[in-house]
């Protein structure tokens, strides 16, 4: 006698999950997600009330002048070998350049330095802290953005926007004030010395020369030159052009609330949703295939 072993095709109900029965399982749970919602707001609102709020002064610089120095490129490829090289194009966008790398150097952290009034405000250095020009430039780094512009309406101009964050708008505007002039102030002093060193440069090769054609262009760069001399002494700006004036936010710039607390509600119903799901997969396993 043979045995047969049978088998039945189909599933018992016990073993069919319905879709129906898993929402109905999740509408139950609901309390679940609103303390995930409530707990993640709360920590939301403990670190917004323990974060101090931070404004933000900002102001839109571009080049003193055009940066298209076509004219006087042709002025220097007709000066005697290698003087044009060693003069250089002084163009607004180079002295731009300069001004943009000089914000947050360390010489203008050293003259930051002698005010101790800002210094105390911008360090906050616990008492008998070495304050050093090293730590306010570290500091400047940290709080001032330097954001290059993409849509500036002229296509060889490039405008930056320039933030300083900090907890009192009115400093924080001061502090950038004082980075600009600190900085405008050295870069003036590097023209003029080396302007100067090219007028030098300049006149003696207006001895040497006879050829008339190379003399005109001397003669033409030595009057730039000047003139970029002139301009270094005035007092408007000499690196840089305002093109938007400075001014503080009236609202925190960071941390934002709103965002926050619609990020900490998002969040929270991840969290619900990720929790409700280990009780689903524990009811399933526990009841043998059965959701309840």
């Known amino acids: 006698m043979t045995m047969q072993a049978q088998t039945s095709p189909q599933a018992t109900d016990a073993e069919v999950i319905y879709i129906g029965d898993i929402v109905i399982f999740f509408?139950?749970?609901w309390t679940v997600f609103l303390a995930a919602i409530l707990l993640a707001v709360g920590a939301a609102?403990?670190?917004l009330f323990l974060t101090t709020p931070l404004y933000k002064a900002s102001a839109t610089v571009g080049p003193p002048t055009s940066s298209n120095n076509s004219s006087k490129a042709g002025g220097l490829a007709a000066l005697p070998f290698g003087l044009g090289s060693a003069l250089g194009d002084g163009g607004g966008s180079t002295l731009h350049k300069q001004f943009l790398q000089t914000l947050k150097s360390y010489d203008v952290a050293a003259k930051l330095a002698a005010d101790k009034e800002m210094v105390q405000r911008l360090l906050e250095p616990k008492e008998g802290e070495a304050v050093t020009p090293s730590k306010i430039s570290e500091r400047l780094d940290s709080l001032m953005v330097v954001n290059k512009l993409r849509n500036a309406p002229l296509e060889d101009t490039t405008?930056?926007?320039?933030?300083?964050l900090h907890a009192d708008p009115a400093f924080a505007?001061?502090?950038?004030?004082?980075?600009f002039?600190?900085?405008d102030t050295i870069i003036r002093r590097q023209v003029r010395e080396s302007k100067t060193a090219q007028r030098e440069v300049l006149l003696r090769s207006l001895e040497q020369t006879s050829n008339s054609y190379q003399r005109d262009a001397l003669v033409k760069n030595l009057l730039e030159v000047e003139h970029e001399l002139m301009t270094s002494q005035t007092d408007e700006p000499f690196s840089y052009r305002i093109i938007e004036s400075m001014h503080a936010g009236d609202r925190p710039a960071s941390p934002r609330r709103l965002l926050t607390l619609a990020g900490s509600m998002v969040v929270g119903g991840i969290l619900g949703f990720l929790v409700v799901?280990?009780?689903l997969f524990?009811?399933?396993r526990r009841n043998r295939g059965r959701i309840v």
């Open 27 to 29: 509408l139950r749970r």
């Open 45 to 47: 609102l403990l670190y």
């Open 159 to 164: 405008f930056t926007e320039i933030t300083l």
């Open 173 to 179: 505007q001061k502090v950038l004030n004082q980075v």
């Open 181 to 183: 002039d600190l900085s």
């Open 277 to 279: 799901c280990v009780m």
């Open 282 to 284: 524990n009811t399933y």
